[in-house]
């Protein structure tokens, strides 16, 4: 009886598992514990996922990010203080050192009131700008909830995304209505290749203080594309920080709301199944790509001998096959990873520079995983090389391998015969015929007497 109520413990823990492939602790920081009433679909909705969830107060003294210099927890969802900043335990440069460290992190924004200096300061480290007016929101007077906010227009109602970029898998999309209250509007820098936008503002919005008087069109700071309501940045470590500008969509009120846009039809919001993907992504259940093996030898017909796999030493011009399995990981399991839309996988056959730059193409697939191959011929260049294959894509967690290995010159006894090759026919007839003649003209000089004088007889 013993063993079996060990085994059904075993089943229940495997079962309340997180989805999350980095782990599941995740701290929520709030500031009144009266707020967590408004969000408890969002609470249920996580803990039904498997997390293991924490609250607690940015002005707890318990509050502390590491625990004997490692991760306290393994996810932190920050919601915005109504104070001027996030307490002595959550500083900006705790919150990076967080993310240093393989954490991931959800901010949470609100247009409710002005954004903290704290706050303001911790973004500008990722490269995310926030308007210089911390009071301000994004405002369309085209997208907008005619219920909720016939006035002032700032409730947004925005289409869910559809593919990001043409060449990049998109893990937000789907049919439905976003309802977006009291946005804080962000600005990306241009200049950051790890920030991508999740959710970009319509081309009609702008950003506007409603406490204040309507600015002229010249004084506007930012509108259309330029604002963005939900944004992305993945550190070098694939550590993710996500930044959402309307803390109220993720109410309990607006996941069962239904909105209604100007001139059109009453509908129910699609906040919910957004929230579960953003923070899917956020923590690290999609996204999430796995290298299972590397193997490269010697191209051969049939199957090749473990003896001759990942062999150390290739010698110039040899027909060589390189193999990368690579999983990614979706929600509760690994799945086969499929490079999307017209990207590339690529190999480098490099030394200082690449020798080679070829595309790993899809050769067979397992219940997890995806193996890709290339075929090449070693250079003719002997030195130390190395096999690598360096896959940085937004919304992807990096692939950075390298396998070096030692390419030869030809022994001595490997070098092809002189008859064997066809070009220097002409030399070696050329040579032999030199020795021929030689011969013939030693032969013909020995065995050619010379003539015999003729001597006067005398009397």
Known sequence: MRWCLALLVCCFLAAVNALSSSGSRLLVVLDESTEKSAYSTLWSDLEGRGYDVSFESPKSDKLSLFQHGERAYDHLLILPPK????????????????????????????????????????????????????????????????????????????????????????FFDGEGVLALPRVAPQILSSDSALVAPILRAPATAYAYNPKEEMPAAEDIEATGSQLNVVSAMQARNSARFTVLGSVEALEDQWFSASVKAPGGKKTPTVNREFAKQLTAWTFKETGVLKVEKIEHHLATEGEVAAQDLNPKIYRIKNETVFNIEVSEYSYDKWVPFEVPGEDELQLEFTMLSPFHRLTLEPTSRTETSTVYSAQFVTPDQHGIFSFRVNYKRPFFTNIEEKHEVTVRHFAHDEYPRSWAISGGWVWIAGLWSVIGGFLAFVLVWLYSAPAADKVKKTQ
């Open 83 to 170: 104070s001027k900043g996030l307490g002595p335990n959550l500083t900006p440069k705790s919150i990076l050192e967080f993310l240093n460290k393989d954490g991931n992190i959800l901010l949470a924004l609100s247009g409710k009131a002005s954004t903290s200096s704290a706050i303001s300061s911790l973004l500008l480290e990722i490269d995310i700008n926030l308007s210089n007016d911390r009071s301000a929101v994004v405002v369309d007077h085209l997208n907008f909830d005619t219920v909720s906010a016939a006035e002032k227009h700032d409730v947004l109602l925005l289409q869910r995304p559809g593919p990001l970029r043409p060449d990049v898998k998109a």
